[in-house]
């Protein structure tokens, strides 16, 4: 990726094996955040119905990063309507 001013930008960073770790934040900012971001995809998202998601992403108890276990996806579902 190149800056305004044409440079090469280049982004590094070493990740924990475990998976990346993230600072606590209110719940209710994060999820209204992404019930925003994520409301057209509601149809979509694997094992919740629209109104399921939309409760579950308001609280930011559902996470496109972590299982329901708390560990990091590292084979992620692709939703066929996707």
Known sequence: MDDLDGTKL?????????????????????????????????DNIHNYSREEAAAALAVNRLSFLFNDEGEFIKNPYTSPGL
């Open 10 to 42: 280049r982004i590094k960073t070493d990740l924990d094996p475990q998976g990346p770790k993230f600072l606590e934040k209110d719940a209710a900012v994060v999820g209204a955040v992404k019930l925003f971001a994520f409301q057209a995809y509601l």
